[in-house]
């Protein structure tokens, strides 16, 4: 059996495909993290520069001889998230491990992460997270701006302004507080949105979005500080910590930030909108995602004027 390996071995030499498994001992999954990050071409961006950090605090000290089913498993059981998040977690590193295997030429064999996945389906711990179906209503909307304008009129940044503009346009807050001046088109009504997040390519991806009647109003009252290109020049880490505790003094139970644009979605359908118009507004590229905002109710399909049924 050992002279077979070794002719196994030497064949493989000769060929030019031995990679040896010493490597993946070696190296742990920190320094492929690390490495990945070096060579990346492309920009990581802040959702996925997260999981990479989970993942480098949980299991970067392991060698990649034991990044297996049982690591992955118990990884998950101990993330204390559900399984979209560790789920994304396991994306992530399920690609830089393909990636380790044909570009770096490390002797990974198959794909942990994904027999992961099937064995914690099978253990009851896999599945989608719920759609969220909590709709703010117009007088807790009302409420938070009127606390803000009247407990905290001496804030920096203008919440009671943010508040309708994130449901008038139902941009996301990294959106509204990256929009400039320049972008603004003054004849069409319109602005753009740089770098707007998309599942494949972020970087360059501008949208041009209609700024309707109540948007455009919000953004034109705006200050214009000398050398400030932004409209709303906030910071995107400061809001949502704002947010809530508005929401705990004034008794809302159950309202996040990120509401907000689900709200300004479903709106938009209850104006008229078609999906592929939506679709124009939120960014969304697949109108599938879309759907969970229509919330059509059963009882509102009856239609007056419908012909009875024949006897």
Known sequence: MAERWARQVESAIDRGEFKDARDMVKTTVGDLLDRYRLEQTKEIGRSKADCLKQIERRIGERPLSEVNIDLLVDYARKRGAGPVTWGMEFGYLGKILRVARAVWGLPIQGDPTNEARTALAMLGMAGRSRERTRRSTQEELDQLCEYFLSKRPHQI??????????VATAMRLGEIVSLRWDDIDEKNKTVIIRD?????EKKGNNQIVTLLPAAWEIAQRQPKPEKEPRIFPYSASTIPSIFPRACQALCIDDLRLHDLRHEGTRRLFEMGYQIQEVAVFTGHRNWNQLRRYTQIKPASLHRPGLPPVPA
């Open 157 to 166: 940044i203008p919440m009671w302004d943010i508040i309708p503009f994130a």
């Open 196 to 200: 707007r997040k998309d599942p494949q």
